[in-house]
Structure formats: structure tokens, C-alpha cells
């Protein structure tokens, strides 16, 4: 049903993080590419053909999460330009070491404070503006997708209602997928389940291909055994065949949150 992983970010290279999910029983490893030591330029061609190897031999799926400081939002169009390379780039990247899938977030925008100390992001301010450049990243994407790695655009913080109209246009129409991080589907103040993110995923649920979780009770806790308000989402994918990558640290963390997902996903079956 589900295939547990979680995120390489402060392994030593990528051979250490395939041995370590290996060591602890994970089926999937997600490697992020935020940490200097995973960055593309470091490993030539032949040595990313030596790990796709050694992980299909080690049993570990691979899947890729592009540098937080990518971005489908920017307005300057030197940046905008920078960004189309560098996804070329991510792409061939994935595809040589083996990864099934790219995880892609829309991008944060700039925010400017008020002396009552309201922040009014860029987006907000200038929703026309920023949809049109969150649209001509996703049709760029869209041209470049091909074959059997997966471009998932993940549901982050700022991913308002707005910029879910037009993702899904183009998960109809452009080979883009999804990235679901299920503990977005909560608001951070009082852990309500937001009905915008339900309605959206319901709607689009074919188009999910890797899932993300973590604690409720704060970014990126840990989960716990008895939590059920995963259940009725994870439910939703219970005969599907995904990737669970837990976004938990360190390590011990993540190998508690292991085994009460484990709890968790037995009783929805």
C-alpha cells in the first residue's frame, strides 16, 4: 500500500544516506537538495550511474526534492532564466541517478511589514501578477517532463487558492504531478483541518504520486502513535501504491514516527 521513506539532509554523500535507509528499514529515500554536499555539480555522470546501482541493489527507491531555492515565482527575468537551467539540470540529474521523482515547491514571495505588524506578501498584493509567473514555470515544466521521472509540484504554505486553480489546469493537461504533504492539510494555530487543501487533493487525487508527513503539532514534529487526524487523508490513498516520505529529525525521530505510522496505516486498511 504505502512505501515508507525519509529525507537525506545531513548524511556525509548520497552512498551514505542509500546505507543508512537501508540500515533502518526504509523502502524510499528522498534526497534534498537544500544541503551543499547533495548538489548536483558535485557528482559527475559515472558516479551517479554507480548509485542508481548500488540503491537498486540495496532495495531503496530514490526520489529527488529540488533546492529550496528554486523557484516557479520569481519576477526578475535574469533569476526566471537562471531557474529554467537550473531545472534542465535537476531533471538530467534525476534521470541519471535513477529517481522516480523531482518534488518542486512554488516558491516563497517577498512580504512587507506594517507598523501594526501585519506582513502583506507580494502575492497577495499583486495576485495577477504572480499567478501569471506560477503559470508560465508550470508550462515550461510541462515541456520538459518526459519519461518515467515524475515532476511533482508539492501543496507548501503559500499554496493559496489562486495558484491551485492553475496547477490544476495543467496536472490535466502537462505531464505534472503532485507531491502531497499531508500535515499542510492543518493550519499551524489551531491544527484545523484547512477544507481548501481536502477539496483540492480529492479533486486531483489521481495526479499524486509522493506523499510527505510529519507531526501536527508543529512543523516537521513527530508523529504520534495514536494521532488520528491523519486518518481520514490517509485514507484517501489506502489503495493506492506511494511513496510516504517522513519529514522527521534526527534520525531517532523519524524512527519513532516510523513505527507509529506503521500503527497508524494498519488501521485504516
Known amino acids: 500500500m504505502f512505501k515508507i521513506g525519509y529525507r537525506a539532509i545531513y548524511q556525509k ?8 535507509a537501508a540500515q533502518n528499514g526504509f523502502e524510499v529515500l528522498e534526497i534534498h537538495l537544500s544541503s551543499p554536499q547533495f548538489q548536483p555539480e558535485k557528482y559527475a555522470e559515472r558516479q551517479l550511474r554507480t548509485l542508481a546501482r548500488f540503491a537498486k541493489a540495496k532495495d531503496i527507491i530514490l526520489q529527488i526534492h529540488a533546492s529550496l531555492e528554486t523557484s516557479l515565482l520569481y519576477l526578475n ?19 541519471t541517478i535513477g529517481a522516480r521523482r523531482l518534488t518542486l515547491h512554488p516558491g ?7 507598523a501594526e505588524g501585519i506582513k502583506i506578501k507580494n502575492d497577495d498584493t499583486y495576485r495577477k501578477e504572480y499567478c501569471q ?28 487558492v489562486d495558484y491551485q486553480k492553475i496547477l490544476e489546469r495543467y496536472l490535466k493537461k502537462s505531464k505534472i504531478f503532485l507531491t502531497w504533504d ?3 492539510n492543518f493550519s499551524y494555530s489551531k491544527t484545523e483541518l484547512r477544507k481548501d487543501q481536502l477539496d483540492f487533493v480529492k479533486r486531483n487525487i489521481s495526479y499524486v504520486r509522493n506523499l510527505h508527513i510529519s507531526g501536527v503539532n508543529s512543523g516537521h514534529g513527530t508523529i504520534g502513535k495514536n494521532d488520528k487526524r491523519f486518518n481520514r487523508i490517509l485514507r484517501l490513498f489506502k489503495k493506492r501504491d506511494l511513496p510516504i516520505i517522513l ?21 485504516i486498511k
Open 108 to 114: 516563497s514571495v517577498y512580504g512587507y511589514h506594517f
Open 247 to 267: 519529514e522527521v529529525l534526527p534520525l531517532q525521530k523519524a524512527l519513532e514516527s516510523k513505527k507509529n505510522l506503521e500503527y497508524l496505516l494498519e488501521r
Open 13 to 20: 554523500n548520497i552512498r551514505a544516506a542509500i546505507v543508512e
Open 77 to 95: 527575468p535574469d533569476l526566471r532564466r537562471a531557474t529554467e537551467l537550473q531545472l534542465i539540470k535537476l531533471m538530467r540529474f534525476s534521470r
Open 182 to 184: 499531508i500535515r499542510k
Open 133 to 160: 509567473l506560477f503559470q508560465d514555470s508550470l508550462q515550461y515544466i510541462g515541456s520538459l517532463s518526459a519519461g518515467s521521472l515524475m515532476v511533482c509540484i508539492e501543496n507548501t504554505d503559500n499554496f493559496n
